[in-house]
Nanobody
Framework: QVQTVESGGGLVQPGGSLRLSCTAS????????MGWYRQAPGKEREFVAR???????HYGDSVGGRFTISRGFDKNTVYLQMNDLKPEDTAVYYC???????????????WGQGTQVTVSS
């Protein structure tokens, strides 16, 4: 079983920065991708950023150039550096981890509980 936990959310003024962290733990053979999604009140969950095991990164149209996704040294941790934050970035941010628990197992798709990011003056 895989557990995914996010941290780093909070209240920040427009133009400010935050860094979110996400760590996956448990029975993990390999992780093939880690990413971030967000959901604002009354809206559908939106793709924010993703990084593959090979280091390829992809960003949603609304955050490109302001957000940077990276993986930690232990490869089970992913960060989201968010700069120049705007009120429309306010949302609950969820971490998603995809991988395998064993060499011969089906893939897993693990979600964290979410961390609140509020951008307001």
């Amino acid at each position: 079983q895989v557990q995914t936990v996010e941290s780093g959310g909070g209240l920040v003024q427009p133009g400010g920065s935050l860094r979110l962290s996400c760590t996956a733990s448990g029975t993990i053979f390999t992780i093939v991708g880690m990413g971030w999604y967000r959901q604002a009140p009354g809206k559908e969950r939106e793709f924010v950023a993703r990084i593959t095991s090979g280091g390829d990164t992809h960003y949603g149209d609304s955050v490109g150039g302001r957000f940077t996704i990276s993986r930690g040294f232990d490869k089970n941790t992913v960060y989201l550096q968010m700069n120049d934050l705007k009120p429309e970035d306010t949302a609950v941010y969820y971490c998603n981890v995809r991988g395998y628990t064993r060499v011969d197992s089906p893939s897993f798709d693990s979600w964290g509980q979410g961390t609140q990011v509020t951008v307001s003056s």
